[in-house]
């Protein structure tokens, strides 16, 4: 099992910027071949933001591709996301999100438990 904790959302006004983290921990040896982000807005679908890959290759979904950027830390097990020129439309929930396996078990998905970000005035 790993466990992913996100931390940095919160209320931002629109123009601005905010950086999110997250830190993947487990009991277990584990390998994450795909760390990112997805967001999910009220009334609304879940969505892509980025991905990373291992080998630090991204993709980002359509409405944030020029405006946000993610990076992770394969060392450390973490992934951040720099989100600039937000829109009263970037808000939602965002959940970290990873796909790899621990010591002796299949690769599977897992989540974060999601932190708000707001963008208003």
């Known amino acids: 099992q790993v466990q992913l904790v996100e931390s940095g959302g919160g209320l931002v006004q629109p123009g601005g910027s905010l950086t999110l983290s997250c830190a993947a921990t487990?009991?277990?040896?584990?390998?994450?071949?795909?760390m990112g982000w997805y967001r999910q807005a009220p009334g609304k679908q879940r969505e892509l933001v980025a991905i990373v890959r291992s080998d630090g290759s991204t993709n980002y979904g359509t409405s944030v591709e020029g405006r946000f950027a993610s990076s992770r830390d394969n060392a450390k097990n973490t992934v951040s996301l720099q989100m600039n020129s937000l829109k009263p439309e970037d808000t939602a929930v965002y959940s970290c999100?990873?796909?790899?396996?621990?010591?002796?078990?299949?690769?599977?998905?897992?989540w974060g438990a999601g932190t708000p970000v707001t963008v208003s005035s």
């Open positions: 487990s009991e277990r040896v584990f390998s994450l071949d795909i």
């Open positions: 999100y990873a796909h790899g396996e621990t010591l002796g078990t299949y690769a599977r998905h897992y």
